[in-house]
């Protein structure tokens, strides 16, 4: 095998896609430097040339609309754009253009902390009489808003930062709300025009610094390193062709030289798509079954190579290796011989004979035979060369020195793979003639999905029944055979969700107990106490009148209370949601309705009001903290609340499993919904009734919060209230705990002494009341309700 170094020197042909650095363009610096200097000059112009003479703010533009007006105005411009913002950071991720939205991210908290020292140097080298009216503004109060205002700019960075020009409607919609916002501070006497070109200046110049400091994604000439790598082992190359990727995510090219053709696959230390599959096939399986985590590139294209070597010493027809080089920092080529085969996704079911399955079967009978592995068996990695040979490719998740449960697992995968393509009883007939009935009969504990490599399990969900077939077909062939399945998974997905979910809990717990004062727990004053139980007491009201309003059938209001007390009892055993969900659902039908329409109508509710609780999140974390009355700016809690929730929907979109998770949690909330919801519109009166119990529901949560909070001493406001009570409320919905249990405690303690800034040593008691009232207090009643509509035939 031939091994080849790096060169020094960069190519200029053709290029091999995101291969490389950033690129920094020095029109950027030089934009920047001359933002700053403008910037500078000005503000030392303006103070030689005033030198303590009025340049009066002219008073009339405070006049031309009152200032209620303005706010709202700001207020809606300002939503407008933090959650375009929100949506187009999402945008890029899926996208996976990280470097774009890190570039324009870092331009905004970049400029939001540059106007903020800029305000404070010129304040502190201001003398006694402050700065000119030029500069200041009636009715400026912050050091993020005077001369400069710091949102703004930060805004005004981040939309110069990212490319928008395939989102011309985005792009026009966030300068619109900057626009908007701008003027709201000039009318309401905020800034200054003069401050509000410097803000706008300022943050076309952050947006500069951020894109030299960041730079542009970019591909590297990496083709002519390939080239002079190919030409060191002897070969001179023709072209290149991309072949896509294998399935590790690693890139693979045909390159053309003149006396033969070589396959590449480029081995690069960012492609880790395979290594988070085989890092959670560890963590979920037993040792031996387990598949390597090989870490670092040099370890990787050692072990590939490695597999390589080894099935050609045993007489496999897998290709030659023939060199590695690095093409630079991270990236290295391995270079083999091109094998020209068709899959066995790409034959015809009737060329695959007995003959050919014996073929197929022999082939792994011969790396089996010397102790090797293969690991991930599918339709694309196993073949027929032109000659006829079969032959197994994508050896890279193989092994040497395998052990037996190893080949069980190949031979397992082997059989289901083939029996997807010709049916149960020839596969595992072909096994028995080639392998022999021992190792058949020692793979029928392994025919099960939990070892089954991952392209194989996406193909068994269509065909659930085929690995039951498979196990009969082995059963019957070989009756002494040992039909348990072996228990290859360690524990469920549930199971180690829970268990993070209760570690962080936990330290989350601990954290804020730490110096609590439990003896306050026993000072709640009764008359709030009584006035927070009354709240919960509203609560289940709200909730009945809620579901009568979606549900298109007449409903009784205090039997729909009952009910919605013995949906308290049963959520106790059922994850947050999903108990009161069933027990709505099952209730709706006893009273007449088809499932189908109970199960749309019942999903309806719920979704109406996961769909009223965004809006009321956000424009809550709007007014928490915010000084929008006196600097039009957004509060810290809203662009917190804002990035939880992009975070939350790019994970969703980006995590397979994630977001087969939620939508499996979800479907039943919004599963045949939409009809519902075009009768609804039919029926004004039904609609009030059922939005209205929603948002009463809301309100009794957030008031019963309230209540407890008073009743050990301490206060918050109604909107960090509802933040918080949202916040809790959603935490606990996505937690696998019944109720949410462990989960909404930690987040509504972590809330309040956050966002409210209730001191822990009232937050912890009142969060304890909130619950007791609210979670474990109906159970009881619950109980005698679910008994009584049990009796009467109601649920």
């Keep these: 095998m031939k091994s080849a170094g790096v060169d020094p020197e960069q190519g200029t042909d053709e290029r091999l896609p995101a291969l490389g650095p950033i690129a920094r363009r020095p029109v950027d610096l030089l934009v920047a430097a001359a933002g700053m200097l403008a910037i500078a000059a000005v503000l030392v112009v303006v103070r030689l040339v005033t030198d303590g003479q009025e340049a009066a703010y002219p008073a009339e533009l405070r006049t031309l609309l009152p200032p209620s007006v303005l706010a709202l105005a700001a207020g809606v411009a300002n939503l407008t754009v933090i959650v375009l913002v929100a949506v187009t950071a999402v945008e890029r991720l899926l996208r996976t253009e990280f470097r774009q939205i890190v570039r324009a991210l870092a331009a905004a908290g970049f400029c939001y902390g540059l106007v903020g020292a800029a305000n404070a140097t010129v304040?502190?080298?201001?003398?006694?009489?402050?700065?000119?009216?030029?500069?200041?503004?009636?009715?400026?109060?912050?050091?993020?808003?005077?001369?400069?205002?710091?949102?703004?700019?930060a805004a005004v960075a981040y939309v110069c930062a990212l490319p928008l020009a395939h989102l011309p409607r985005v792009r026009a919609a966030m300068?619109?709300?900057?626009?908007?916002?701008?003027?709201?501070?000039?009318?309401?006497?905020?800034?200054?025009?003069?401050?509000?070109?410097?803000?706008?200046?300022?943050?076309?110049?952050?947006a500069s610094v951020a894109a030299y400091a960041v730079g542009l994604s970019r591909p590297v000439p990496a083709t002519g390193r390939l080239v002079r790598e190919l030409r060191r082992f002897g070969w001179e190359p023709l072209g290149l062709t991309p072949l896509g990727s294998d399935a590790e995510g690693n890139q693979r090219y045909a390159v053309d030289t003149v006396d033969r053709r070589l396959d590449v696959v480029l081995f690069r230390a960012e492609d880790t798509h395979g290594l988070w599959k085989r890092l959670l096939g560890a963590v979920m399986l037993r040792g031996p079954a387990a598949p390597s985590v090989l870490l670092g590139v040099q370890r990787r294209v050692e072990h590939a190579a490695l597999m390589?070597?080894?099935?050609?010493?045993?007489?496999?027809?897998?290709?030659?290796?023939?060199?590695?080089?690095?093409?630079?920092?991270?990236?290295?080529?391995?270079?083999?011989?091109?094998?020209?085969?068709?899959?066995?996704?790409?034959?015809?079911?009737?060329?695959?004979?007995?003959?050919?399955?014996?073929?197929?079967y022999s082939e792994l009978l011969l790396l089996h035979r010397n102790r090797i592995t293969h690991g991930n068996l599918n339709g694309s990695t196993v073949g027929r060369r032109l000659n006829g040979r079969v032959v197994f490719t994508g050896l890279a998740n193989g092994t040497v020195a395998g052990s037996p449960i190893k080949a069980s697992l190949d031979v397992a995968a082997l059989m289901t793979l083939l029996a997807l393509r010709v049916g149960e009883?020839?596969?595992?007939?072909?096994?028995?003639?080639?392998?022999?009935?021992?190792?058949?009969?020692?793979?029928?504990?392994?025919?099960?999905?939990?070892?089954?490599?991952?392209?194989?399990?996406?193909?068994?969900?269509?065909?659930?029944?085929?690995?039951?077939?498979?196990?009969?077909?082995?059963?019957?062939?070989?009756?002494?055979?040992?039909?348990?399945?072996?228990?290859?998974?360690?524990?469920?997905?549930?199971?180690v969700v829970s268990v993070v979910v209760a570690t962080a809990v936990?330290?989350?717990?601990?954290?804020?107990?730490?110096?609590?004062?439990?003896?306050?727990?026993?000072?709640?004053?009764?008359?709030?106490?009584?006035?927070?139980?009354?709240?919960?007491?509203?609560?289940?009201?709200?909730?009945?009148?809620?579901?009568?309003?979606?549900?298109?059938?007449?409903?009784?209001?205090?039997?729909?209370?009952?009910?919605?007390?013995?949906?308290?009892?049963?959520?106790?055993?059922?994850?947050?949601?999903?108990?009161?969900?069933?027990?709505?659902?099952?209730?709706?039908?006893?009273?007449?309705?088809?499932?189908?329409?109970?199960?749309?109508?019942?999903?309806?509710?719920?979704?109406?009001g996961l769909i009223l609780?965004?809006?009321?999140?956000?424009?809550?974390?709007?007014?928490?903290?915010?000084?929008?009355?006196?600097?039009?700016?957004?509060?810290?809690?809203?662009?917190?609340?804002?990035?939880?929730?992009?975070?939350?929907?790019?994970?969703?979109?980006?995590?397979?499993?994630?977001?087969?998770?939620?939508?499996?949690?979800?479907?039943?909330?919004?599963?045949?919904?939409?009809?519902?919801?075009?009768?609804?519109?039919?029926?004004?009166?039904?609609?009030?009734?059922?939005?209205?119990?929603?948002?009463?529901?809301?309100?009794?949560?957030?008031?019963?919060?309230?209540?407890?909070?008073?009743?050990?001493?301490?206060?918050?406001?109604?909107?960090?209230?509802?933040?918080?009570?949202?916040?809790?409320?959603?935490?606990?919905?996505?937690?696998?705990?019944?109720?949410?249990?462990?989960?909404?405690?930690?987040?509504?303690?972590?809330?309040?002494?956050?966002?409210?800034?209730?001191?822990?040593?009232?937050?912890?008691?009142?969060?304890?009341?909130?619950?007791?009232?609210?979670?474990?207090?109906?159970?009881?009643?619950?109980?005698?309700?679910?008994?009584?509509?049990?009796?009467?035939?109601?649920?």
Excluded at 516 to 529: E, M, Q, R, S
Excluded at 645 to 666: D, F, T
Aim: hydrophobic fraction near 55%.
């Design 175 to 206: 300068w619109g709300g900057i626009a908007l916002t701008s003027v709201s501070v000039l009318l309401a006497g905020v800034t200054t025009t003069l401050s509000l070109l410097l803000t706008l200046l300022a943050g076309w110049t952050c």
């Design 308 to 360: 390589d070597f080894a099935a050609r010493a045993a007489g496999a027809a897998g290709p030659q290796v023939l060199g590695v080089g690095e093409l630079g920092l991270g990236t290295v080529a391995l270079v083999t011989e091109h094998v020209p085969l068709r899959t066995l996704d790409q034959i015809g079911t009737d060329e695959l004979t007995d003959e050919a399955l014996d073929e197929v």
């Design 425 to 495: 009883r020839r596969a595992v007939d072909s096994a028995v003639r080639v392998l022999g009935r021992d190792t058949a009969a020692a793979a029928l504990p392994f025919v099960q999905t939990a070892g089954m490599p991952f392209a194989l399990r996406g193909r068994l969900r269509a065909h659930r029944g085929t690995l039951g077939a498979i196990r009969a077909q082995i059963t019957g062939a070989v009756p002494e055979a040992q039909a348990r399945p072996a228990r290859l998974e360690r524990m469920r997905p549930r199971t």
């Design 506 to 608: 936990g330290l989350v717990l601990a954290y804020q107990l730490a110096g609590v004062d439990f003896g306050t727990i026993a000072a709640a004053d009764l008359g709030w106490a009584a006035a927070a139980f009354a709240a919960s007491t509203l609560c289940m009201v709200a909730a009945a009148m809620a579901l009568m309003g979606f549900v298109p059938i007449r409903l009784n209001l205090w039997t729909t209370v009952l009910v919605q007390f013995a949906g308290s009892f049963v959520r106790i055993a059922a994850p947050a949601g999903l108990g009161s969900l069933a027990i709505n659902t099952r209730y709706v039908s006893r009273m007449g309705a088809s499932a189908g329409l109970a199960i749309s109508a019942v999903g309806l509710s719920q979704a109406v």
């Design 613 to 795: 609780h965004v809006p009321l999140l956000l424009v809550a974390a709007y007014l928490t903290g915010t000084s929008y009355l006196a600097d039009f700016s957004p509060s810290v809690t809203l662009i917190a609340v804002t990035a939880g929730l992009a975070l939350a929907v790019a994970l969703v979109l980006l995590v397979p499993g994630l977001r087969r998770a939620v939508l499996e949690r979800a479907r039943p909330y919004f599963q045949d919904t939409l009809p519902q919801l075009l009768d609804l519109m039919q029926h004004p009166r039904r609609l009030v009734m059922g939005v209205g119990g929603t948002l009463l529901l809301t309100a009794g949560f957030v008031m019963c919060l309230g209540f407890s909070v008073a009743a050990f001493g301490g206060s918050a406001g109604v909107a960090a209230l509802v933040v918080v009570f949202l916040a809790g409320n959603a935490i606990g919905s996505a937690a696998p705990t019944p109720g949410g249990l462990g989960a909404v405690e930690a987040a509504l303690l972590g809330g309040l002494t956050t966002v409210a800034g209730v001191p822990a040593a009232v937050g912890l008691p009142a969060v304890l009341l909130y619950r007791l009232l609210t979670f474990w207090l109906p159970v009881l009643p619950g109980w005698g309700a679910f008994h009584l509509l049990q009796r009467w035939k109601a649920i």
């Design 123 to 153: 304040h502190a080298l201001t003398p006694a009489p402050g700065l000119p009216e030029v500069l200041q503004a009636p009715e400026a109060q912050s050091l993020f808003t005077s001369p400069l205002h710091a949102y703004i700019a």
